[in-house]
């Protein structure tokens, strides 16, 4: 190829979910930090076989359910309260109406904390994403269908070209190929 | 994945052996006798009467809420063909199985306590037009048809469910599996208006003149919820005593979640209830309230409110919890708070005027708890492997992660 194409990562291909969790295994135990695997289905104790750990997802859920229900106090009591003071079916306008609160509480921390976990989700998916080099490998075409890809990036402090490709074909991947930006 | 299920083998099958408990069915026993006998010379004795019917009646009801809780998760599990359960399954139907032995506590009441706990009674037709107009439901006949269908219902699907599955124990046959899901489908309307239907006569009857609809929803979210925290604390039990290997971290934290989510939905159901109430502010429906939020029963509700969800909510939020020992003691935690639920239910009817404390709250309560409890120990959970030796699923159950 004549131009200068920045190296992407090892591609690897293996013949079955559970082999694919063997070698997650073994990739997670030699050390390599930035890498991941692509199935046509969720896998699971991927994560463990991974070692991904727990997900930082129900921090912000946790924030935004929060500012949900503060949200809510605020929109309902501020003007309730000492704002616009309205008599409602014979109920006082204190914190004793509060039961009468609770619904839009309720869904507002709902809302608030759904809409977190959506998009956080796709911050930390890194969406939306228009490209990635990993569909340069035709191969890599059937992971919508039948095929177990595990990818190492060339990023990744351990990653050699050689001492990496050797690894990949010791623990069964097959078709190890070179993987361009 | 199921291409990789041959790392697993099944654990061995295993028996509880009952010396392993000691002393405890014999205490249990003898605690059970002593308090059946105190609470019974009180229902005998006119001026102890009144007062150990409704105790009794707050007692019965917890524990046969518990049966039916067991019960209910017996049969979800099989309607939605669940695999995580299936280790702990086999203690979801100890616990169910002794429903129609709960039910068999009402008796007494429905003998000789009918007139003092339920007023409508002894009431004739045309002495309450709003009695009149229930009489084709609230009508002795009737009271008694629907006991003996709870009896029934309740101890046929549990009892089946059971059957079936220590069947499959021992020849292992798949058809097992699907006719369990059948009665599984079925178990769970049937259960739900059970609980529904009990719930009217024995609870909601105490004041005839009230009603809700949100009722029997409300006592089936207390009843699922402390079934889940009685399941989760026999299965620690029977693992401390090196049962149930088979049960891992993952099994509890998916019992947690469930705490959680019947957390959360009694808590839903429970302001639903209050809320449009409140709100409706109908002098025949606020009455219920009206007599729990005042004089001394203030407290008690508002207990009931921030220590059956407030107090249990944010705890069960965090993974590392439902994973720790804190589940068990959230889980004594929530069955505590089930007892405040039924006293809050049952004693205000009686003690208008404000808490009003009883010996035969005591009695009652130790003497229908320890019978049932002897009979759990030595009637039910040594009669089969202490889990589904041979569902088809196992595999799967063990292999459980979250």
């Known amino acids: 190829m004549a131009e200068y194409r920045k190296v992407y990562g090892l591609g690897a291909e293996f013949e079955s979910a559970a082999a694919l969790m063997h070698a997650a295994e073994k990739i997670r135990d030699a050390g390599f930090s930035k890498w991941d695997v692509h199935t046509p289905f969720p896998i699971h104790g991927m994560d463990k076989a991974m070692g991904l750990g727990k997900s930082w997802l129900s921090a912000p859920v946790f924030i935004g359910g929060t500012t949900g229900l503060l949200t809510a106090v605020c929109l309902e009591m501020i003007p309730s309260f000492s704002l616009y003071k309205l008599i409602v079916h014979g109920k006082p306008y204190d914190w004793r109406t509060i039961p009468a609160f609770f619904p839009i509480m309720f869904e507002l921390t709902v809302l608030f904390s759904a809409f977190t976990t959506v998009f956080s989700l796709m911050v930390m998916n890194q969406l939306p994403k228009w490209y990635h080099p990993v569909f340069n490998w035709e191969r890599f075409a059937r992971v919508t269908d039948d095929g177990f890809f595990l990818v190492i990036e060339a990023r990744d402090p351990k990653f050699s070209e050689t001492k990496t490709r050797a690894l990949l074909e010791e623990i069964g991947g097959q078709h190890v190929t070179l993987i361009h930006d | ?402």
């Open chain 2, 1 to 402: 994945m199921s291409d990789h299920s041959h790392e697993i083998t099944p654990p061995a099958v295993e028996t509880y052996d009952i010396k392993r408990a000691g002393n405890a069915p014999k205490i249990l026993l003898w605690v059970g006798i002593a308090g059946i006998v105190l609470s019974v010379i009180g229902l005998c004795y006119q001026p102890w009467h009144v007062q150990a019917a409704y105790s009794w009646l707050f007692a019965a009801f917890y524990f046969f809420s518990l049966c039916v809780g067991g019960l209910f998760w017996t049969c979800l599990h099989h309607a939605t063909d669940s695999e995580w359960s299936v280790t702990v399954r086999r203690q979801m139907e100890n616990i169910a199985k002794v429903t129609p032995v709960s039910l068999l506590f009402f008796l007494p009441l429905l003998l000789f306590c009918a007139n003092d706990l339920w007023k409508w009674w002894n009431l004739h037709p045309g002495e309450d037009p709003l009695l009149d107009g229930k009489s084709g439901y609230l009508n002795h006949t009737f009271f008694w048809v629907r006991w003996i269908v709870y009896f029934v219902l309740l101890g046929w699907i549990s009892y089946s469910l059971w059957k079936r599955s220590t069947d499959q124990d021992k020849d292992g046959a798949a058809r097992h599996t699907l006719i369990m899901r059948k009665l599984g489908v079925g178990g769970i309307p049937a259960m739900g208006l059970c609980i529904t239907f009990s719930a009217a006569d024995y609870l909601m009857g105490l004041d005839y003149h009230w009603f809700s609809t949100m009722w029997g929803v409300y006592l089936f979210a207390g009843a699922a919820g402390s079934g889940m925290a009685l399941t989760v604390l026999i299965v620690n039990w029977l693992k401390n005593q090196g049962y149930l290997k088979v049960v891992n971290d993952e099994h509890f934290h998916t019992m947690g979640k469930f705490l959680l989510a019947f957390t959360i939905f009694w808590a839903y159901i429970g302001f639903d209830q209050y809320m449009l109430i409140w709100y409706a502010n109908i002098p025949e429906e606020t009455a219920y309230f009206r007599l729990r939020n005042t004089e001394t029963w203030w407290y008690f509700s508002q207990a009931l409110v921030v220590c059956r969800f407030f107090l249990p909510f944010p705890v069960l939020l965090f993974q590392f919890i439902k994973k720790n020992t804190i589940i068990l003691w959230v889980s004594w935690w929530i069955l505590a708070m089930q007892i405040l639920d039924m006293y809050v239910i049952v004693l205000p009817a009686l003690h208008r005027e404000g808490f009003h404390p009883s010996l035969f709250d005591l009695f009652s309560f130790v003497g229908i708890g320890g019978i049932l409890g002897w009979v759990f120990l030595t009637k039910v959970i040594g009669k089969s492997y202490l889990y589904p030796t041979r569902d088809p699923r196992l595999l799967l159950s063990l292999k459980l992660s979250n």
